[in-house]
């Protein structure tokens, strides 16, 4: 799994499912125990930065977590079965 395949899950999400997507990013606790970004560290990102952002503050393997709670939360469960497939 690379920061590669975060990035192309995310390039199929709509400019407001990519705003959904980071707010979530700013509640505290999406997946137990690990901290919520910051809004301001967020806010002019735009995909590929988030991708940095969330390995940066995750790891990747936290990230690829994190991704997968969020895809579930707004309801993107095809791009949850893609980022699955790409953890075989």
Excluded: H
């Excluded at 705003?19 to 999406?30: E, H, V």
């Excluded at 990230?63 to 969020?70: C, D, F, H, K, Y």
Aim: charged share 20%; hydrophobic share 40%; aromatic share 4%.
């Amino acid at each position: 799994m690379t920061s590669e395949v975060l990035l192309n899950i995310l390039d199929d999400l709509n400019d407001d499912q990519l705003s959904t997507f980071q707010w979530f990013l700013q509640q505290p606790n999406n997946v137990q125990g690990l901290p919520a970004i910051t809004k301001s560290r967020l806010q002019t990102l735009d995909r590929c930065k988030t991708v940095d952002v969330m390995v940066e503050t995750y790891g990747l393997q936290r990230a690829v977590q994190v991704t997968g709670v969020v895809l579930e939360k707004i309801s993107r469960n095809d791009l949850l079965q893609r980022l699955a497939e790409n953890l075989l």
